[in-house]
């Protein structure tokens, strides 16, 4: 049966209990963290006990917050009171739904300043619409006249091929909308060259690059 050591030997008694915290969780990180965690050797038991009696704050939001979703999984078989934790606390709750759903908390969006139950509610909610193909709303938008073949998509724009007489000589663009009060539509980039093809960089360099001839 493999098993997995809280704190090694080599962890003098004077260890500051933040360094326990820090073993603690690169332990639970471990690929071998299959098993319930063992007790460390007696000669640290008594950083261990102030390890485990940090208040629920501590414990919480500067040591299990660190932990992906299979470490938080391995510290609640440690001990009732680190399941308890990790099973009420709204930060961690929603980290793991996060991580879980492949997403990352933006701050800086404008939902950044609300609650953290107002964000785990709403992750929850998104997540339970693309499970069930359940939109919030729909939009609409005719495409224009003059598109060629060309097209790109990104997290949050559309992008067409602008045609003239059959050359491809610009981009259109429009935003997704994020609510159904926002109103759609097309913004238009016209070149002089004739466009071979086109890639995008938005998010990341607000870019749009071409390739003409």
């Known amino acids: 049966m493999r098993s997995l050591a809280l704190v090694s030997s080599s962890v003098p008694v004077g260890s500051n209990i933040y360094t326990i915290g820090h073993l603690f969780v690169e332990a639970l990180r471990s690929k071998h963290a299959v098993q319930p965690v063992l007790l460390p050797p007696p000669t640290s038991i008594s950083m261990v006990n102030q390890f485990l009696s940090l208040p629920l704050e501590i414990l919480g939001s500067e040591?299990?917050?660190?932990?992906d979703v299979q470490s938080l999984l391995a510290a609640t078989r440690v001990c009732k009171r680190f399941h308890k934790i990790i099973n009420t606390d709204?930060?961690?709750?929603?980290?793991?739904?996060?991580?879980?759903a492949g997403m990352v908390d933006n701050y800086r969006c404008s939902y950044g300043s609300h609650p953290v139950a107002t964000r785990l509610e709403m992750l929850r909610e998104r997540e339970r619409r693309w499970a069930h193909f359940d939109w919030s709303f729909q939009a609409e938008q005719k495409a224009p006249p003059d598109i060629s073949g060309y097209y790109d998509v990104t997290p949050g724009v559309y992008l067409l091929g602008k045609s003239q007489d059959d050359d491809n000589v610009g981009v259109y663009t429009s935003r997704f909308p994020d609510s159904p009060d926002v109103e759609v539509?097309?913004?238009?980039?016209?070149?002089t060259?004739?466009?071979?093809?086109f890639g995008t960089?938005?998010?990341?360099?607000?870019?749009?690059?071409?390739?003409v001839k």
């Open 90 to 100: 709204l930060w961690i709750k929603y980290k793991q739904e996060l991580e879980i």
């Open 185 to 191: 539509s097309w913004r238009g980039l016209q070149l």
């Open 63 to 67: 040591i299990f917050i660190r932990l």
């Open 193 to 197: 060259r004739s466009i071979i093809d």
């Open 201 to 211: 960089s938005i998010e990341e360099n607000d870019l749009i690059a071409c390739v």
